[in-house]
């Protein structure tokens, strides 16, 4: 079937195989229809599909069924291909991915199974650039180089104006110093006029402050004199602030820094007993891209001077905020063991200045605020939902509910963010613990409140889960839903599962679609949910692909962060094989899409750039990145959905409609995917004729997959 539209021809001479020589003596006989052995794995993985002068590897021995062609390689899609008699072997690389993208995209190999790719290197071989893979977005990274670290690259390269590169004092983004005959700010003069000159740039200089009250200050043509252990390699200068204790007794100090910078705004901020000594160091606050910072000094003596050095990434106005208050000692709740005791349906203030991570929690991934421990009590089963509000400071709060009894292993459920409570069903009588963190330093209030106790719904169970019917939208009410299947996808998120049967090896795209101020998770489960399959979360909407997947019964597990609702959408059809794309590099060999839908590969590295596409990256030339086109027509008004999951580059999928070729760009109809999913189009079009642009985006190029459903709308 998808042999015969790739070559664009059905006569069988045009197909081209592999010798094969058997053993013995005598003149050597060749069967067309059996791949040789002899090139090796490489070699075969290399081959193309079709290749005048070449051959076919697909193809076997042969055959009157099915069941005559099982390679017992389990990335291939084995079948008897009737029109030639013979079995038809068809690698499927979606089947070998481990979804990781900077180790390269693994490959089935015939005769051998699952191989690995190349790693993916990233070079674009300019010298002015910092080449390296990231895993989070699964993309290559180019970054102008900079040696010193100071925000500005060598003035060499294109897009840099640093005339001194190993200087981090020295770039176009700094000002100009009086008196130190050096050209600070690159414009070719030195210590011209206007001139800045630093203020409070070390010890020596500090400015001291005796009086509580908020303080103007500037690190302009500061330097980075003072090394502390929050310090990073973009702490492009600092400033030191003496501040003197009331004579009048001991008190706490009470530091906080703040810079409005918009770009690249960063704060560090670090108190000391002795100016300059990392050793007397009391505390050290900087949570990267975070323009606020907090630090305190506990009961420092009458008349004593604390050392404050604050460090901006870009040289800013800083307002000081400085607070003497009454001698207090550490929060005494920092662990399991001594808990604070909170009122049930009372606020507790919770103040995370100081405070220091002890206890491990799935909701921590983004953390730097420490947590606090408190306990409540409950005399009876009761439901429970904890409230967590910011009072003060820019991070989240996290809260954790724990099991007391093995409070720092054992979490029962958390919660990110003051949108939603942690919610607990028939929490048991007796003395419970909560750990509160943040995800930067933040004053918050908590308050457990309690109700009578509900029995959970059959989706809230992946033993009880209700049925889901394939290719039909459920709409998922996720209020009042605990975090209560364990599967490791979207801790936190209130979740639902639903029992999802395939009665034959199947492809299975799982989506889900949330509000857009959402945060949703959708996977793919074994009957238990003790580990997940498939998982993705993030805005909407959110899915998961898997290709040939086992029949079988599993889950398929849909959440979101603010306990709203979901829209799911489970679609299986039996695996097709994959169609691999060759043709389709413009109007003329466009290659088709049938109107059943089907599973594609290709590779536009060999393409010519032919289409551009209104949402690519702005500035590109003409054709943008080389691309192949598709073609489906329509004869009744269809629902498609079209998934590029798996394609390695950063894709473009650009829908089209009617003749001449290309077509007219759909409105909204043009998606990029930069992240893991790559492009996505869930669309519902009326009878006709539509070109499928497969495209890069910002002159990406590679190998690419497409999968198409075509559903009743």
């Not at 008190?251 to 770009?263: G, I, Q």
Request: glycine fraction near 10%; charge should be negative; hydrophobic fraction near 35%.
């Amino acid at each position: 079937m998808g042999m015969k539209a790739l070559l664009g021809a059905s006569a069988l001479s045009s197909v081209l195989v592999l010798a094969f020589a058997p053993a013995g003596c005598g003149t050597e006989v060749r069967d067309r229809f059996v791949a040789s052995l002899d090139a090796g794995p490489e070699a075969e993985a290399e081959a193309p599909v079709v290749d005048a002068g070449g051959v076919d590897p697909t193809i076997g021995g042969p055959c009157n069924d099915d069941g005559q062609c099982d390679d017992q390689i389990p990335c291939t899609f084995d079948r008897c291909d009737q029109e030639l008699g013979r079995c038809r072997n068809t690698p499927d690389d979606a089947q070998c991915q481990d979804g990781a993208y900077c180790n390269g995209s693994e490959r089935c190999v015939l005769r051998q199974g699952c191989a690995p790719g190349p790693v993916v290197t990233c070079s674009d071989g300019d010298g002015c650039t910092i080449d390296r893979c990231v895993e989070g977005t699964q993309s290559c990274e180019h970054v102008l180089r900079d040696v010193d670290g100071d925000g500005d690259p060598d003035y060499h390269c294109n897009g840099g104006g640093d005339c001194d590169d190993t200087d981090p004092t020295v770039s176009s983004k700094k000002a100009e110093i009086c008196g130190n005959f050096k050209d600070d700010n690159c414009d070719g003069r030195i210590d011209e006029q206007p001139c800045s000159v630093p203020e409070n740039d070390t010890c020596a200089t500090a400015t001291t402050i005796a009086t509580a009250g908020t303080y103007l200050l500037s690190t302009v043509a500061t330097k980075p004199d003072y090394g502390t252990s929050c310090a990073t390699s973009t702490s492009g200068q600092d400033i030191v602030v003496a501040i003197r204790v009331p004579a009048d007794g001991a008190r706490d100090v009470l530091v906080r820094a703040r810079t409005n910078s918009s770009l690249n705004a960063e704060v560090g901020l670090t108190l000391q007993r002795a100016c300059g000594d990392a050793s007397q160091e009391i505390q050290c606050q900087r949570v990267p891209n975070v323009a606020d910072a907090r630090a305190i000094a506990r009961r420092q003596a009458a008349g004593s001077t604390v050392y404050a050095v604050v460090a901006t990434r870009n040289e800013s106005i800083v307002d000081l905020g400085v607070a003497f208050l009454p001698p207090t000692d550490p929060p005494a709740n920092e662990s399991c063991a001594s808990p604070a005791p909170i009122a049930l349906d009372q606020a507790a203030a919770v103040s995370l200045i100081d405070a220091k991570f002890d206890l491990s929690s799935d909701c921590h991934a983004n953390a730097t605020g420490g947590e606090l421990t408190y306990s409540f009590e409950l005399t009876e089963e009761r439901d429970v939902r904890i409230f967590a509000s910011r009072t003060l400071g820019t991070g989240a709060p996290i809260v954790s509910l724990r099991d007391p009894a093995s409070c720092t292993t054992d979490e029962l459920a958390c919660r990110a963010g003051e949108s939603s409570p942690l919610f607990k069903r028939r929490l048991a009588k007796g003395v419970h613990v909560v750990s509160v963190a943040a995800t930067t330093q933040i004053d918050a209030s908590i308050i457990v409140k309690t109700s009578p106790p509900t029995d959970p719904l059959p989706e809230e169970s992946c033993a009880t889960a209700p049925e889901i019917e394939p290719n039909k939208t459920k709409l998922v009410s996720l209020t009042d839903h605990e975090d209560a299947i364990d599967n490791g996808c979207g801790p936190g998120f209130a979740d639902a599962a639903f029992k999802l049967t395939l009665d034959a090896p199947s492809d299975v795209l799982v989506i889900g679609r949330f509000p857009f101020i959402d945060q949703g998770m959708v996977s793919l489960s074994p009957p238990a949910c003790d580990a997940a399959i498939a998982c993705t979360q993030g805005s909407t909407p959110q899915r998961v692909s898997r290709r040939n997947q086992p029949a079988g019964e599993y889950r398929v597990v849909v959440g979101d962060q603010l306990s709203e609702s979901a829209l799911l959408f489970p679609l299986v059809r039996p695996t097709v094989p994959p169609t691999v794309i060759t043709a389709g590099d413009g109007c003329t060999d466009a290659f088709p899409i049938p109107d059943t839908g089907g599973y594609f590969t290709g590779d536009t590295t060999d393409m010519t750039a032919d289409f551009s596409a209104g949402c690519d990256q702005t500035g590109q030339p003409a054709g943008t990145a080389k691309d192949q086109l598709g073609k489906l027509v329509l004869t009744q008004r269809r629902r498609v959905v079209f998934d590029m999951s798996g394609s390695d580059m950063q894709t473009i999928l650009d829908l089209r409609q009617g003749e001449p070729c290309p077509g007219i760009e759909l409105s909204s109809a043009c998606h990029v995917g930069t992240g893991p999913g790559r492009s996505f189009l869930d669309i519902t079009l009326d009878p006709g004729t539509y070109y499928v642009q497969i495209d890069g985006y910002n002159g990406a190029t590679g190998k690419w997959a497409l999968d198409v459903r075509v559903l009743e709308p």
